[in-house]
Structures are given as C-alpha cells and as structure tokens.
C-alpha cells in the first residue's frame, strides 16, 4: 500500500494567489515526521517544511504551511502570493518509526505551474 | 557551503558496463541515502548507511551495490549496468531525528 498519496498530478495557480496541494499518508505509528520538497525544473530537491505528528500547531516557514489534519491523515501543502518560481515538482514525503532508520517514503509529486 | 556534492552529474552507459556514483557531504551526518527517481515514481531507496561501513538494502537495491569507508562519502556502484536503470540518481543525507535529509543535485544516467 502507497504510504503517501498525492492525488494531483498537476496544479495551476495564478500568480499572487493561493495554492493547496494535497497529501495524504498511511501509517499506524504514533510517531511520525511528514517533509514537503519542491524539485524545480533544474532538478534539484529543495527542503520546504516539516511537521512532527506531536507539534501541536501547524508549520509555517514564510509563504508555505501545512495542513495538518491528524485525523484525516492529511498533510496539505499550502503556498500563499504564488510566484512564477514557485512553478515545480512538489513531493510530500513521510518519516515513521517503521522508516528504516530516517528513511523518506515518497509520493509521486504534484507538479505546479503558476501562470501571470 | 558544498552540503552533498555527487559526481558525475551525467553519464551514458552501455549495457554491461559497470560505473561508480560518488557522493560526498560535509555535514558530518551519519545517514546516508541513494535514491532513483524515474518518471511518475516519486523517489525510491536503493540503500542506505548509517555510519561508515555500514549500509544496508532499500526498496529497490537489485542491480546495485554500495560502500561507506569513510563518513563522508557513500559510493553507489553498478556493475553490469541494463537499461531498466536509466534513471536520476538523488543522494541525500541527514544527522536522523526529526533532521530533514539534504540532497545532491542528482546523476543523470542513461544505459543504452
């Protein structure tokens, strides 16, 4: 079974406006980590935002933040002001403590265009 | 300011020809990742280490063999390269915990 699912394989968002891009992940550990990455089109893989299953309040790193709905297994990427950089690969990935020692599981990403 | 630097940054093969990825960070980590990324995939792990001479098998580790002899780097070999291992080679590296894993700008590797 997929650990993570990203059911958008394609966004597009206009530029200044806000973008949610969506994850959801399976896991029976109480204990858990979820990573947002951005790939730009040059390939490389950027760290975004982290949020620990036990942070009582949603992640926030300037225009990104996260939607965490514990609950629904839900971990949202959200992207406030979209600028045309913000166009990429987005991959949520997860951390849990069956993760052989801090690996990622990844999901297959979400690829974003923001048009002027 | 180097983080995880991971030469060559492309390379085509031919089948049956082997070749060494080399990563290499300055962060002191102990962890230490290779993935592949293949169109539509995601990321896969192909092995991985947790400190100098050891590693250990991933998702997808048939095909490919690794060594930590120093920290610092972790080599990714293939020996008898096949076309099914056309791919973008990530590796990464992080200090564990709740730690993001740092990642090299990837190999880009055709086998034809």
């Known amino acids: 079974a997929q650990k993570i699912t990203q059911t958008q394989p394609g966004m597009f968002v206009q530029e200044k406006e806000a973008v949610t891009l969506d994850c959801t992940y399976d896991?029976?550990?109480?204990?858990?980590?979820l990573f947002w990455y951005k790939q730009p089109s040059s390939g490389e893989m950027i760290f975004l935002i982290y949020q620990g299953s036990y942070d009582q309040q949603n992640a926030t790193e300037g225009r990104y933040s996260l939607n965490f709905q514990k609950a629904r297994k839900s971990a949202n990427l959200v992207i406030s002001a979209s600028q045309l950089g913000d166009s990429a690969m987005y991959f949520c990935a997860m951390r849990d403590r069956g993760s052989t020692l801090g690996r990622l599981y990844f999901g297959r990403g979400t690829q974003l265009t923001v048009w002027p | 300011n180097a983080g995880v630097t991971q030469t060559p940054k492309f390379r085509v093969l031919k089948t049956g020809q082997s070749m060494t990825l080399l990563c290499a960070q300055d962060m002191n980590h102990e962890y230490m990742y290779w993935y592949r990324q293949d169109p539509g995939m995601g990321l896969r792990l192909i092995h991985y280490s947790v400190g100098e001479g050891t590693t250990a098998k991933g998702e997808v580790p048939d095909g490919y063999n690794v060594s930590r002899l120093k920290k610092q780097n972790f080599l990714l070999g293939l020996e008898s390269a096949a076309p099914s291992q056309t791919s973008v080679y990530f590796c990464?590296?992080?200090?564990?915990?709740?730690?993001?894993?740092?990642f090299g700008d990837g190999t880009r590797l055709s086998i034809l």
């Open positions: 990464a590296s992080t200090l564990g915990g709740n730690q993001p894993q740092h």
């Open positions: 896991t029976s550990d109480p204990s858990y980590g």
